[in-house]
T-cell receptor, first 115, second 110 residues
Framework: GAVVSQHPSWVICKSGTSVKIECRSLDFQATTMFWYRQFPKQSLMLMATSNEGSKATYEQGVEKDKFLINHASLTLSTLTVTSAHPEDSSFYIC???????????FGPGTRLTVL | GQNIDQPTEMTATEGAIVQINCTYQTSGFNGLFWYQQHAGEAPTFLSYNVLDGLEEKGRFSSFLSRSKGYSYLLLKELQMKDSASYLCAVYSGGYNKLIFGAGTRLAVHP
């Protein structure tokens, strides 16, 4: 499988500030990465598909101006939560496809807490 | 619409066998995945089925029936470390994305 890292693993910020989360592919060149959000005791919800060198594709209901995605290289995608509010507190996970059937392999996740 | 159903919670005894069921209704089908997720951690890949039948991988096996829209994950010789959530996910070709069920929280007790 693929090895994916995320940074930071957790972050606490004040309401109104912006937070950037990095997702790196360590052993694979990823033209496509995926960003998910997971609230406690709920399943993963796809937020957007990040495409290297082009605009991200956002899922219905996800504000593209609030959740800025940049995929400037084949190994790095970033998600910036702008003007964060307490309701944005969640577990954010990225993934990339690799191998058989484009299996998705997940990064370790970033836990965001907005005070 | 897209719908994936699995039981919310299950309990089992160490050393036993447990079967976690998943039924799905999706637009297009390009394969079904099972992931394991421990609390506070990201999901890890367990298995993939695209053809009908059973795929065995060590203590874990996964079964698929496309005509019934049904899959199960079978865990044998349960260990305490198997306590986790198990996520069923379908790759929906129509939408070109992975759709997750809500997950089944499995508690293994001595």
């Amino acid at each position: 499988g693929a090895v994916v890292s995320q940074h930071p693993s957790w972050v606490i910020c004040k309401s109104g500030t912006s937070v950037k989360i990095e997702c790196r592919s360590l052993d694979f060149q990823a033209t496509t990465m995926f960003w998910y959000r997971q609230f406690p005791k709920q399943s993963l919800m796809l937020m957007a598909t990040s495409n290297e060198g082009s605009k991200a594709t956002y899922e219905q209901g996800v504000e593209k101006d609030k959740f800025l995605i940049n995929h400037a290289s084949l190994t790095l995608s970033t998600l910036t939560v702008t003007s964060a509010h307490p309701e944005d507190s969640s577990f954010y996970i990225c993934s990339q496809q690799a191998g058989r059937a484009d299996t998705q392999y997940f990064g370790p996740g970033t836990r965001l807490t907005v005070l | 619409g897209q719908n994936i159903d699995q039981p919310t919670e299950m309990t089992a005894t160490e050393g036993a066998i447990v079967q976690i069921n998943c039924t799905y209704q999706t637009s297009g089908f390009n394969g079904l995945f099972w992931y394991q997720q421990h609390a506070g951690e990201a999901p890890t890949f367990l298995s993939y089925n695209v053809l009908d039948g059973l795929e065995e991988k060590g203590r874990f096996s996964s079964f698929l029936s496309r005509s019934k829209g049904y899959s199960y994950l079978l865990l044998k010789e349960l260990q305490m470390k198997d306590s986790a959530s198990y996520l069923c996910a379908v790759y929906s070709g129509g939408y070109n994305k992975l759709i997750f069920g809500a997950g089944t929280r499995l508690a293994v007790h001595p």
